[in-house]
C-alpha cells in the first residue's frame, strides 16, 4: 500500500489528496507523504516498533490518513476507536488489546507497555462488540485492504479523478474502505467533513463538484425533508452502515432526481453485495456481489469467499481466532431474488415469544406497507415466563396511531407476530454509523 501511494506521489506530488469542506485547504500527495514521515519519525523515536498496535482515536483529518500512512511507514497495526468513544471505552481497548501507542485529537502520541500482538502483514484491526460484552478485534492484512478497495472501486466505478464527499467518519469500515483505501491506492480525493447537516452536505458537495457521495441513511432521509436546492455534480450516491428504508429511496429519488445505490458489507469481509442499478431498497434487496467476490447462499446463512475476508478475530491480546481461508460466514439469513440478495434476518434477531420464533424483518415488511409509515424496527423487549414479546417502534405520519398498525398486521400475521408493544416515535435513535441503539428502544415509551 505504501509503495503504491508513493508512486501516486512521485507521478503528481501536487495533486489534492485532502479538501478540508469547512476552510478549503487542500493537502497534496507530496504534503501527506511528508507529514506522514515526520509522524513515523516521532512514534519510532517513542519507541514504537514494527508489529506493534497503534490506536488512532481522530475525527476526519489529515492527521488521520497521515496517521495510517505512517504506521504502514513502520510496519505498524492500526486500531481505529470511534471519535465518540469515552476515555473510559478507550482505556478499556488499549488494555484489552495490548496497545502500544495511541494518537489522539489535541494531544501529543504516546506509547504505553503493552505486549504486542503479532501476525504478518496485519495491517488494520477494526473493533466489534464480542458477545461477553468487551470489544473484540478483526484482524485486517494489507492484502484484505487492497482486495477490498480494489472490489469496490471495480463494482462502483470510483476512478482516481472522481472526488469523494468524505463525511462518514474514517474510523469506521465503511469510511475507511471507501474513502481513505481509494486515496492511498488509487490517489482518489476526499474532501473530508464531520458534519451531518443535510443542507452542510448539499452546498459542500456542489461547492467542490463532488461526484461521488457515500452517505448513511439517515443523512439521506434528512436530506429529503431538511435540504434546500439539488446537487450539481454528485455522479453516485452509495447508502451502507444500516438498512436502506425503501420510503427514503423513493422520497430522495423524488426530491433529487437520481437513485442510491445499497452497499452491503460487513467489519469481517469488507463489502459484499453493491445495486449496480440503483433502488434496490424498494426492491427489497442490496444487489448482487461485488466484484472478487463470490456468495455461498447453500444454506439460510451468507457465506463470503473473496480476498478481502480478514484473518480472524482478535478475542484478547493473547487469543487469535483465525478464519477459514478467505472465507466468512456471515449472521445474516438472506434469500436470493432475480440474482440479487435479499436480507431477511440475522440469527441472533429472532424474537423468542412464547416459544415461537418471529424474524422482525417480516413484521417490518408488513408495517412499511402502511401509508404514511416512513421507518419501523421490531425487535423484542423481555417479558418474564414468555421471553419477549414482539415490539416495534415507528415513525410516521401523525395520522398513525398504535391500533392501526396492530390492526393492519392482524390481517396480514399470524397472532404471535403481530407487535404487542407499538411505540410512535420522531425518529429513530442511531449512532454515528446510521445503526439503530436498540438498547435507546427498549427505553422509550
Known amino acids: 500500500m505504501l509503495e503504491r501511494f508513493k508512486s501516486l506521489v512521485i507521478n503528481d506530488?501536487?495533486?489534492?489528496?485532502?479538501?478540508?469542506?469547512?476552510?478549503?485547504?487542500?493537502?497534496?500527495?507530496?504534503?501527506?507523504?511528508?507529514?506522514?514521515?515526520?509522524?513515523?519519525?516521532?512514534?519510532?523515536?517513542?519507541?514504537?516498533?514494527?508489529?506493534?498496535?497503534?490506536?488512532?482515536?481522530?475525527?476526519?483529518?489529515?492527521?488521520?490518513?497521515?496517521?495510517?500512512?505512517?504506521?504502514?511507514?513502520?510496519?505498524?497495526?492500526?486500531?481505529?476507536?470511534?471519535?465518540?468513544?469515552?476515555?473510559?471505552?478507550?482505556?478499556?481497548?488499549?488494555?484489552?488489546?495490548?496497545?502500544?501507542?495511541?494518537?489522539?485529537?489535541?494531544?501529543?502520541?504516546?506509547?504505553?507497555?503493552?505486549?504486542?500482538?503479532?501476525?504478518?502483514?496485519?495491517?488494520?484491526?477494526?473493533?466489534?462488540?464480542?458477545?461477553?460484552?468487551?470489544?473484540?478485534?478483526?484482524?485486517?492484512?494489507?492484502?484484505?485492504?487492497?482486495?477490498?478497495?480494489?472490489?469496490?472501486?471495480?463494482?462502483?466505478?470510483?476512478?482516481?479523478?472522481?472526488?469523494n464527499l468524505g463525511a462518514i467518519p474514517f474510523s469506521h469500515s465503511y469510511g475507511f474502505s471507501n474513502l481513505v483505501t481509494p486515496l492511498v491506492l488509487q490517489g482518489t480525493p476526499v474532501v473530508f467533513s464531520?458534519?451531518?447537516l443535510p443542507q452542510a452536505m448539499v452546498e459542500m458537495a456542489n461547492r467542490y463538484r463532488c461526484t461521488v457521495a457515500p452517505l448513511i441513511p439517515m443523512v439521506f432521509a434528512h436530506l429529503t425533508t431538511a435540504a434546500h436546492g439539488s446537487f450539481a455534480s454528485v455522479r453516485t450516491f452509495i447508502s451502507a452502515g444500516a438498512p436502506l428504508p425503501p420510503s427514503t429511496s423513493r422520497r430522495f429519488r423524488e426530491r433529487f432526481g437520481i437513485d442510491i445505490h445499497s452497499f452491503y458489507g460487513c467489519s469481517e469481509c469488507g463489502g459484499i453485495t453493491y445495486d449496480r442499478r440503483g433502488g434496490a431498497a424498494e426492491r427489497g434487496t442490496v444487489g448482487p456481489a461485488l466484484e472478487g467476490v463470490d456468495l455461498l447462499t447453500a444454506g439460510a446463512r451468507l457465506g463470503v469467499r473473496s480476498g478481502s475476508v480478514a484473518a480472524g478475530y482478535l478475542v484478547d491480546a493473547l487469543t487469535f481466532q483465525p478464519f477459514a481461508d478467505g472465507t466468512f460466514t456471515t449472521d445474516d439469513l438472506v434469500e436470493v431474488r432475480d440474482g440479487e440478495i435479499a436480507l431477511t434476518g440475522r440469527t441472533g434477531d429472532l424474537i423468542n415469544t412464547a416459544g415461537k420464533k418471529v424474524n422482525p424483518r417480516e413484521v417490518e415488511a408488513v408495517i412499511l406497507q402502511i401509508e404514511g409509515v416512513r421507518e419501523a424496527k421490531v425487535y423484542g423487549e423481555p417479558a418474564g415466563a414468555r421471553g419477549e414479546v414482539v415490539a416495534a417502534a415507528i415513525v410516521a405520519q401523525p395520522h398513525i396511531t398504535r391500533e392501526l398498525v396492530r390492526e393492519f398486521c392482524r390481517a396480514r400475521l399470524s397472532l404471535h407476530k403481530v407487535p404487542r408493544i407499538v411505540k410512535i416515535i420522531d425518529e429513530m435513535p442511531v449512532d454515528e454509523r446510521g445503526k439503530i441503539k436498540r438498547a435507546v428502544l427498549a427505553t422509550l415509551s
Open 194 to 196: 464531520n458534519d451531518y
Open 13 to 163: 506530488p501536487r495533486a489534492a489528496a485532502l479538501i478540508d469542506g469547512a476552510t478549503g485547504d487542500v493537502t497534496s500527495r507530496s504534503a501527506l507523504l511528508h507529514r506522514a514521515e515526520a509522524l513515523a519519525v516521532e512514534l519510532a523515536e517513542t519507541g514504537m516498533r514494527e508489529g506493534e498496535l497503534l490506536a488512532l482515536q481522530l475525527p476526519n483529518s489529515v492527521e488521520f490518513v497521515a496517521a495510517f500512512l505512517a504506521a504502514l511507514l513502520l510496519r505498524l497495526i492500526v486500531v481505529p476507536i470511534d471519535r465518540d468513544a469515552s476515555a473510559a471505552e478507550v482505556a478499556t481497548i488499549l488494555g484489552h488489546f495490548g496497545v502500544r501507542g495511541l494518537i489522539a485529537a489535541n494531544q501529543k502520541p504516546y506509547v504505553r507497555a503493552a505486549n504486542p500482538f503479532l501476525l504478518q502483514d496485519a495491517r488494520l484491526i477494526k473493533l466489534t462488540s464480542g458477545s461477553t460484552g468487551a470489544p473484540k478485534g478483526i484482524v485486517t492484512t494489507e492484502a484484505n485492504l487492497i482486495a477490498d478497495c480494489e472490489n469496490i472501486c471495480a463494482t462502483m466505478d470510483i476512478r482516481p479523478d472522481d472526488l
